[in-house]
């Protein structure tokens, strides 16, 4: 009896998923240029590599529902400048989409399907400090969509966004996310995806690097309630000047957590975290933890066991970066010291992080010094510190710190500059 009834589950998760026409090998349409703008339902095809060097117009956007996209193979080609803001394939409130056999290269992002507005997140990240922020995912729109067998090569900001109920991302390589020029704090994702009953598997994720203190993430799961995640191959090509690589990035909510297993991930600061159910996972050459650890209790991963970490090798295989771990608040001070500015000074509150009253103190004064040298993210904490979780005997207190790290970064800099004049005069 309990096996019909798996059968039977399994059977109408297979029909909801392809509970529209599936078209065979011919193709009903062919995509002759780009920009172009998909209106019928229908097999979509390229019989020809596509250019576009325009920098602001997304190349191809699905405006239709019950839609199977088959690159055959071809290459959609954009700008492949720092600076664009074209996307390769758009798709707003869709369902019942295939995207599949394509090669996509030199966009803002790859691959996007989405609600009508993006969330100011995908941009800007939020708070990761305040320990009781917990997320409630509404549901998507878009469902049932299914990426498959593409390559997305030199993304700036993102290889594949999707915010959708019901997907599946499977056999497709994302090579050299970033870096990104429109945003001096930028994330370089390989997948940023949101949304419950989910598929991200056997997949290929190479990032190139982010900008200013933002990270490098693989994989990121928002949501992910009856998601899995699993034999995935995650590479990072260096570490971050300011920020942290992330392989695995995964934040649920109270009512479930994803299964993530059997995935690989070289050159991370943190392998995993911080939620989800996490078994045979490997992770070579680490430089901070194999689990991302969060304060709050409530939530956390769950091992399941036969998770392997190997922690970085002293050679750093080439990386380049800083591969210490940033969080070592010993050591954000100190870059700080050797090199005051905005972005060692948000590192710094990085790396002080969440937690109790005093450590939350140091991590907003922190954010004050930041604030000082301009630091956009900073700026925004420190305009509205109450609704960023921090208290006013929090602030009062922080400010005293902010004041002294100040005068210490300010004494260091006249030390550091008279020798310097002494250095000269000697020669």
């Known amino acids: 009896m309990k096996s019909k009834h798996i059968i039977i ?33 229908g097999k979509w095809c390229l019989n020809q590599n596509m250019y576009t060097p325009i920098s602001d117009y997304d190349a191809i956007i699905i405006q239709a529902n019950n839609v199977i996209l088959d690159g055959n193979g071809y290459l959609l080609k954009g ?13 707003y409130n869709r369902q019942n989409i295939i995207v599949k056999n394509i090669i996509i ?28 922020s917990i997320y409630n995912f509404s549901q ?79 994989i990121a799961l928002y949501g992910g309630i009856d998601c899995r995640i699993k034999n995935n191959h995650i590479i990072f090509a260096r ?17 479930g957590h994803p299964v993530i297993e059997n995935n690989f991930i070289r050159g991370a600061h943190y392998a995993l975290g911080p939620f989800g159910l996490f078994s045979g996972n490997i992770a070579v050459n680490l430089s901070c933890a194999f689990f991302v650890q969060r304060k709050n209790k409530a939530n956390q991963f769950f091992d399941l066991g036969k998770n392997v970490a190997v922690m970085q090798s002293s050679v750093n295989e080439g990386m ?15 870059r700080f010291i050797v090199n005051p500015g905005a972005f060692s000074a948000y590192s710094a509150a990085m790396a002080w992080g969440e937690g109790g009253e005093e450590t939350l103190i140091e991590t907003y004064a922190w954010f004050l010094v930041a ?12 305009n509205n510190p109450f609704a960023n979780g921090y208290s006013e005997n929090v602030v ?30 000697l020669h």
Not at 152 to 181: C, D, H, L, T
Not at 197 to 210: K, R, V
Not at 323 to 334: G, K, L, Q, T
Not at 371 to 379: D, P, V
């Open 396 to 425: 009062s207190k922080a400010k005293i710190i902010a004041d002294k790290i100040f005068i210490s970064g300010i004494l260091v800099n006249i030390f550091m500059r008279l020798i310097m004049l002494d250095i000269l005069r």
């Open 9 to 41: 589950s399994c059977a109408v998760l297979i029909e909801s998923l392809f509970s529209y026409k599936i078209y065979g090998g011919k193709c009903d349409y062919i995509i002759s240029s780009i920009p172009f703008v998909i209106k019928h339902s």
């Open 371 to 382: 604030s000082y040298y301009k630091h956009e993210l900073a700026l925004n904490i420190v």
């Open 320 to 334: 380049g970066g800083n591969s210490i771990c940033p969080d070592n608040r010993v050591y954000a001070a100190y």
């Open 140 to 218: 998507s729109k878009p469902k049932n969509i299914i990426i498959q067998n593409v390559a997305i090569e030199s993304s700036i900001m993102q290889g594949i966004y999707i915010k959708a109920y019901n997907f599946i991302i499977k056999n497709s390589r994302i090579i050299g996310v970033g870096p990104n020029s429109n945003s001096p704090h930028s994330f370089a994702t390989g997948i940023y995806s949101e949304g419950n009953l989910c598929s991200i598997e056997s997949n290929t994720i190479s990032l190139g690097y982010a900008t200013g203190n933002g990270e490098n993430v693989g």
């Open 105 to 132: 290269d030199g966009f803002y992002i790859g691959i996007l399907f989405a609600d009508n507005s993006l969330p100011s997140d995908t941009l800007i990240p939020i708070n990761y400090f305040i320990s009781n």
């Open 79 to 91: 700008p492949g400048t720092s600076t664009t803001l074209s996307r390769g394939i758009v798709a």
């Open 239 to 255: 570490w971050p000047m300011w920020g942290r690589n992330f392989g695995i990035w995964s934040k649920s909510s109270r009512s």
